[in-house]
């Protein structure tokens, strides 16, 4: 189907024409189609998880930004972020995401969700989201992990898929 003959209706904020076509990269032409793209696992951040217990799951905690630095691996820099919360200290290790320098400035609060690990003699991660405390709008709750394919972030599906829902939800009949 060509990009030109996709029928997302307009009202689907931030679904512009490179969204479009990666959501068809991803076999979703419709606004069915998009109601039928069903998450592939869930991620629970009604919880808090402190750091020191990284190893029993995901961790979901309000940190504080300490410091950054730069390490380098060949030619290649990478920005690491030192934090915190009431039970350790961890870094954040930022692989092709230096933007981050502006926004995880050092005295800031942040909630954060992610995978973390023991490494090189200290807790990290390079798999994490944060949000500013006061737009914690992610937090608190249980969250749709949609698969992804190239063009296609967890932020632009979910806000996508609330969308068609909040649309369509009352015309879609039970199958059960």
């Known amino acids: 189907m060509l990009l030109g003959a996709l029928q997302m209706p307009p009202v689907f904020k931030g679904l512009g024409p490179v969204a479009l076509s990666a959501l068809a990269g991803a076999g979703v032409y419709t606004t069915a189609d998009l109601l039928r793209y069903y998450p592939r696992s869930y ?45 350790a200290r961890a870094s954040l290790v930022c692989f092709n995401r230096s933007f981050l320098e502006k926004t995880l400035l050092p005295g800031k609060i942040f909630r954060i969700f992610g995978k973390f690990f023991y490494k090189y003699g200290e807790i990290q991660s390079s798999a994490f989201e944060t949000e500013p405390v006061e737009e914690s709008s992610n937090f608190g709750s249980i969250l749709p992990v949609y698969p992804l394919h190239a063009g296609l972030n967890q932020k632009m599906l979910r806000k996508a898929i609330r969308s068609a829902l909040d649309l369509y939800a009352d015309t879609i009949e039970d199958e059960i």
Request: with cysteine; aromatic share 6%; proline share 0%.
């Open 43 to 87: 991620e629970n951040r009604t919880r808090t998880v402190l750091l020191r217990d990284f190893r029993q799951s995901a961790v979901c905690t309000v940190i504080k930004v300490i410091a950054h630095d730069w390490i380098r691996a060949g030619t290649m820099k990478t920005l690491k972020v030192y934090i915190e919360d009431e039970s």
